[in-house]
């Protein structure tokens, strides 16, 4: 699943120094900062590791995320955990037997996911063409979407008219990355989901990439998959932690 869509305007207040607040409790306990959601959009049910084969999450007891109509909510934890497991699952990619999904209401639009490994993700040629193909096929504009885009890759610290016009090809690693990233921010979606998207990224772009997050996330809710604690808590993300 690959998509994009314009951020809300006028994001919060951004303090840098915040980090995500970790607890001592159960490992798979809630261990963020913030309230529960007043509404919820959507309720992801956990069911404690069933099976020791095939992709699970490794919760010893069972375990509810319940995800507002807006803000980022963060999966914590270490390799193995099934932290991207649990995304897949929460975008409707994968179904998986521990993951129980309970939306409020049918979603106005699909989840999207940008992946841990672009490269099973890339597929366009030009980077212009990769970053609006989710937006554009969820009913965007492509010119309002393209200008979208060269404003996120601008605020990334590139110049937006020399990325549109590469070969996909031609990126880093990272800088493929950051290209399914800001495909997903900026499509329609009623959920956004990313999996370690600070992975390789310097100080200024990790700073960068979490205000275009929490911005996105003042229109929709935002899922992270991540073992960034600094980053996390610069998003304001309530946090839950897999593994054990």
Same mark, same amino acid.
């Not at 007043?38 to 095939?54: F, Y």
């Not at 996909?168 to 998207?197: M, Y």
């Given at each position: 699943?690959?998509?994009? *869509?314009?951020?809300?305007?006028?994001?919060?207040?951004?303090?840098?120094?915040?980090?995500?607040?970790?607890?001592?409790?159960?490992? =798979?306990? @809630?261990?963020?900062?913030?309230?529960? %959601?007043?509404?919820?959009?959507?309720?992801?049910?956990? $069911?404690?590791?069933?099976?020791?084969?095939? %992709?699970?999450?490794?919760?010893?007891?069972?375990?509810?995320?319940?995800?507002?109509?807006?803000?980022?909510?963060?999966?914590?934890? %270490?390799?193995? !955990?099934?932290?991207?497991?649990?995304?897949?699952? #929460?975008?409707?990619? &994968? &179904?998986?037997?521990?993951?129980?999904?309970?939306?409020?209401?049918?979603?106005?639009? %699909?989840?999207?996911?940008?992946?841990?490994?672009?490269? $099973?993700?890339?597929?366009?040629?030009?980077?212009?063409?990769?970053?609006?193909?989710?937006?554009?096929? +969820?009913?965007?504009?492509?010119?309002? !979407?393209?200008?979208?885009?060269?404003?996120?890759?601008? =605020?990334?610290?590139? =110049?937006?008219?020399?990325?549109?016009?590469?070969?996909?090809?031609?990126?880093?690693?990272? &800088?493929?990355?950051?290209?399914?990233?800001?495909?997903?921010?900026?499509?329609? *979606?009623?959920?956004?989901?990313?999996?370690?998207?600070?992975?390789?990224?310097?100080?200024?772009?990790? #700073?960068?990439? !979490?205000?275009?997050?929490?911005? @996105? *996330?003042? *229109? =929709?809710?935002?899922?992270?998959?991540?073992?960034?604690?600094?980053?996390?808590?610069?998003? +304001?993300? +309530?946090?839950?932690?897999?593994?054990?």
């Amino acid at each position: 699943v690959t998509a994009h *869509s314009p951020g809300s305007p006028g994001s919060p207040g951004f303090r840098p120094s915040e980090r995500a607040a970790v607890a001592d409790g159960g490992p =798979d306990q @809630r261990v963020g900062s913030g309230d529960e %959601p007043s509404v919820v959009a959507l309720e992801l049910e956990v $069911l404690p590791e069933i099976s020791e084969r095939g %992709p699970r999450i490794r919760v010893k007891q069972a375990l509810d995320i319940r995800l507002g109509s807006r803000g980022v909510t963060a999966l914590l934890g %270490p390799n193995g !955990a099934g932290k991207s497991v649990l995304l897949a699952a #929460a975008a409707g990619l &994968e &179904e998986i037997a521990q993951v129980r999904l309970h939306w409020a209401s049918p979603p106005a639009q %699909p989840p999207i996911m940008a992946l841990q490994y672009p490269e $099973l993700q890339v597929f366009e040629e030009l980077v212009a063409d990769e970053l609006v193909f989710a937006a554009v096929a +969820r009913g965007l504009d492509r010119s309002v !979407a393209l200008a979208a885009a060269a404003n996120h890759l601008q =605020d990334m610290g590139f =110049d937006p008219e020399v990325m549109l016009s590469r070969r996909t090809w031609t990126l880093s690693t990272g &800088e493929k990355r950051l290209v399914e990233v800001i495909g997903a921010l900026i499509a329609p *979606s009623s959920l956004v989901l990313l999996d370690e998207p600070t992975a390789g990224l310097d100080a200024g772009r990790r #700073a960068a990439l !979490a205000r275009l997050v929490e911005c @996105r *996330s003042g *229109s =929709d809710p935002v899922l992270v998959a991540s073992q960034d604690l600094d980053w996390i808590g610069m998003t +304001r993300a +309530r946090c839950f932690r897999l593994g054990y």
